[in-house]
């Protein structure tokens, strides 16, 4: 496992276990979040800490599935569960400086049932959208 592949698998294993003091020494002090579907930005990890645990419903529970890539682009997925019941897929790509992570974008999408019918069966349906777990492609 290289530099790279062990930061973020660090990385995103602090996520899941929300352990904020392991993600804030895996940050590059320049660090920042963006969420480009909203247009959102978090701009340090004091100003994560405090979106994520004054939230008034509670914080989300990541459940990492996987990690990719190679150089100082990675990325991985994982099921956000929400605590109004909701469940949302994301992808977070990572940009590493200085062997840490210093940008992270986070893509969210909720699943979607196929078309009826599905799309003229050239298509197989699998029984959940998190069926394939991933794996580290370096």
Same mark, same amino acid.
């Given at each position: 496992? *290289?530099?790279?592949?062990?930061?973020?698998?660090?990385?995103?294993?602090?996520?899941?276990?929300?352990?904020?003091?392991?993600?804030?020494?895996?940050?590059?002090?320049?660090?920042?979040?963006? =969420?480009?579907?909203? %247009?959102?930005?978090?701009?340090?990890?004091?100003? !994560?800490?405090?979106? $994520?645990?004054?939230?008034?419903?509670?914080?989300?529970?990541?459940?990492?599935?996987?990690? %990719? &890539?190679?150089?100082?682009? =990675?990325?991985?997925?994982?099921?956000?569960? !929400?605590?109004?019941?909701?469940?949302?897929?994301?992808?977070?790509? @990572?940009?590493?400086? *200085? &062997? $840490?992570? @210093?940008?992270?974008?986070? !893509?969210? %999408?909720?699943?979607?049932?196929?078309?009826?019918?599905?799309?003229?069966?050239?298509?197989?349906?699998?029984?959940?959208?998190? *069926?394939?777990?991933?794996?580290?492609?370096?």
């Amino acid at each position: 496992m *290289d530099e790279h592949s062990a930061t973020v698998t660090q990385y995103v294993a602090a996520s899941q276990d929300e352990d904020f003091a392991r993600l804030a020494a895996l940050r590059h002090p320049e660090w920042q979040m963006v =969420w480009p579907q909203s %247009g959102e930005q978090v701009m340090s990890h004091d100003d !994560y800490m405090a979106m $994520r645990l004054n939230r008034p419903e509670g914080a989300p529970r990541v459940e990492a599935l996987g990690i %990719g &890539g190679s150089g100082d682009t =990675w990325w991985a997925e994982q099921i956000i569960h !929400y605590a109004d019941g909701s469940r949302w897929l994301g992808v977070s790509v @990572f940009e590493l400086r *200085d &062997g $840490r992570v @210093f940008r992270e974008r986070v !893509y969210f %999408g909720q699943p979607f049932a196929a078309p009826p019918g599905g799309r003229n069966g050239s298509i197989r349906q699998s029984q959940r959208s998190t *069926d394939v777990k991933c794996v580290v492609v370096a």
